[in-house]
């Protein structure tokens, strides 16, 4: 295959696991993987990069945090870059050489497949093991396929986790050193969605409104040309939607688009984070809110806590009626939020759902549970230090 030089950029955030740098380790990648590659089993490899984690290069941002990093594609490929990815550290130690940029982490199906989804049109094929005697190149549509696996048939939101709600060894190395100086600490939250939810980054202005506009698209595709102001109508509210959203702290919104037998099932989902600086005193973020919630709910609101392998989490259930502003004062509507304090103790994560389904509330609540266990903590760097003038912010709005 072509050579391809060693130096890289960063494509996007790291999913959060322990950084490590590339070397002659004995045992750190997939055996299962490297002996895949050298039988020449296509479908081997497939196995292995769907079951165990392998070696991803990263790159560190300005604030010590990592990204994945991608490599230049060969001269007249279709997309600029490809994602190299390595059986072990040696595998990618033989890769890099002299290069001095060695970070790499292990990363599971959980991280790569929405990696892939996300930056797959910027991705002209997927490497793995370039620089070694058995390399094989995927393109970025079968190595998803071959991620994925096939969901149950009685499951169609594909959703579906066979491994349960559990967190991965290298998850629980990088939260058991939140404690120590200069330890790891949440400072972000991955959504793990199926391709059948659209996605719309709200930090990327120029970004939000083309995926807003592709949305509308889908949604329209049946209605003719005549039907071009109802278009244009759902993409203003959409963006003044959006806009509000970033402003309140919004970083990603997700609207499901899986149809249903007689309608579309509409489930909105709002990721907001809130930095917090350290909590005052002994009372933990989590409790605060909590506090707060319990002493708002209404009567018929629900509110449960929980305990997880990677922290309390928090899910408040209520009703309510749509906005006047778009004449929806007359539709019911389920609010399901949940909060998370991140590792760390410093931020704190909300998941914001809203659905008008009122009648199928615990099928919802099933689903929307499954989005959160599905969820992944973006850790800091060991060793990286948050900012020395950092000071406590104001608790979340809507709290």
């Known amino acids: ?14 999913h959060g696991e322990p950084s490590s740098f590339a070397g002659p380790e004995p045992g ?10 050298a039988a020449g089993e296509r479908s081997g490899v497939g196995r292995a990069l769907q079951h165990d984690a392998v070696v991803v290069p990263h790159l560190e941002r300005e604030d010590g945090t990592p990204q994945v ?7 007249g490929s279709a997309a600029p870059y490809e994602l190299c990815l390595f059986s072990s550290a040696q595998a990618l130690s033989d890769f890099l050489q002299d290069d001095p940029g060695r970070e790499f982490s292990l990363r ?4 790569l497949a929405p990696f892939l989804r996300r930056h797959g049109a910027a991705l002209a094929r997927v490497v793995v093991d370039p620089a070694g005697p058995y390399s094989m190149t995927f393109r970025v549509p079968e190595l998803l396929a071959a991620l994925d696996g096939e969901p149950p048939s009685d499951d169609p939101t594909g959703l579906f986790d066979e491994t349960g709600a559990g967190i991965s060894i290298e ?3 990088a939260m058991a050193t939140v404690g120590e100086p200069g330890g790891s600490r949440g400072i972000g939250i991955e959504l793990n969605l199926p391709d059948h939810w659209a996605i719309i980054d709200l930090e990327e202005p120029e970004t939000r409104d083309r995926q807003i506009r592709e949305i509308v698209k889908v949604q329209t595709r049946t209605l003719n040309d005549r039907s071009a102001p109802l278009r244009r109508d759902m993409r203003e509210k959409m963006v003044d939607v959006a806009a509000k959203a970033a402003g309140a702290g919004g970083r ?7 149809p249903g037998q007689d309608a579309a099932l509409a489930l909105n989902l709002t990721l907001y984070w809130h930095d917090l600086g350290p909590q005052a005193g002994h009372m933990p973020h989590l409790q605060r809110i909590q506090e707060r919630i319990e002493a708002g709910r209404g009567p018929d609101d629900t509110l449960t806590r929980t305990e997880t392998l990677s922290g309390p989490f928090l899910r408040h259930v209520r009703l309510t009626r749509g906005s006047e502003e778009v004449g929806g004062q007359d539709v019911p509507l389920l609010l399901i939020d949940y909060w998370a304090e991140a590792p760390g103790g410093q931020s704190v994560a909300r998941l914001a759902f809203s659905t008008p389904h009122v009648e199928i509330r615990d099928a919802m609540l099933g689903l929307t549970d499954k989005v959160l266990f599905a969820t992944e903590w973006l850790m800091s760097a060991p060793g990286a230090e948050p900012a020395a003038d950092a000071e406590p912010a104001p608790s979340p709005a809507g709290a």
């Open 171 to 173: 998850g629980l190395q």
């Open 1 to 14: 295959m072509t050579d391809v030089p060693p130096q890289g950029k960063s494509l996007a955030p790291s």
């Open 69 to 75: 990093r991608v490599f230049p594609a060969p001269e």
């Open 108 to 111: 599971s199906r959980d991280s």
């Open 28 to 37: 750190v990648g997939s055996p299962r993987l490297g002996a895949a590659l």
């Open 252 to 258: 990603v919104m997700a609207y499901l688009l899986l």
